[in-house]
């Protein structure tokens, strides 16, 4: 049953995974411009919209794509997949079902799984991410070496992110199943709330990868890193290119749990 899990949850994850990309990497585009490049390093949104547009037209916000469209039905699907197949399969361990105090009946095998998909994730996405970033700034493309730049940081803004997600999703779940399960509405919310809240707490993180795998702060430890960032942007740098990354979010994780449940029920999965 566990295997079978994890096969029905790589293939949602399928449809998970070119949903999101699709859906948002123009602001994904910006966010990553408003974070790393230089010449958007003081504007707004529609200021670096403008700017990215002239530059290239309006394809510009489709730079870029490839990668995350690629590596999406991989890293998405091998996360969905992965949390998936830990989630049952931790269903037969007392200890793994025991609900953390104070929680409100959240259980253990939730955070266990979180992690797992987290790793997973992160071994697959990191190359991508790095590739993406250097198209989008128009950068040289990195030596094999640089593939893996800001791992950690990968790691830890995932975990955050991913972790938070599937607890809110879990809870959703749990305390208003009636309300998530209406049609298109449901999934749609669930999604995009749940993702868009995880982003937000680990988005100093998300910045300072960006800035990592553009070329700048690489050769620094994460700490030092975001020391670096702080003492050049303040702390409200940590939060520079949130906007389109809340849109990002939102229209992104929301059509792809959209596109996750709709397959899910079409599988009869539960």
Known sequence: MASLAGAHGLLCGLAFGLASPLASHPF???????QASPECARGGALATLRQTIAEGGLLALWRGLLPPLAGSVIYRSTQMGAYAYAHRRLADEPWALRAIPGTGGLQLRVLLAGALATTARAVAETPLEVIKVRQQLALPMPRAAELYTGFALTWARLYIAL?????????????????????????????????????????????????????????????????????????????????????RSVVGNGAAVLAFETCKSCLGVA
Do not use: N
């Not at 994904?28 to 408003?34: H, P």
């Not at 919310?189 to 990592?212: D, F, M, N, Q, Y």
């Open 28 to 34: 994904d585009t910006l966010k990553t411009r408003m």
């Open 163 to 247: 972790g938070t997600f599937f607890v809110i999703c879990d809870t959703a779940e749990r305390h208003a199943p009636d309300f998530f399960a209406t049609p298109i509405v449901g999934p749609f919310l669930k999604g995009g709330v749940a993702a868009t809240v995880g982003w937000w707490i680990a988005w100093p993180l998300e910045v300072c990868k960006s800035l990592r795998q553009s070329g700048r702060f690489a050769s620094r430890s994460a700490p030092a890193a975001l020391r670096a960032l702080i003492a050049e942007r303040g702390v409200v740098g940590l939060y520079r290119g949130i906007g389109p990354g809340t849109a």
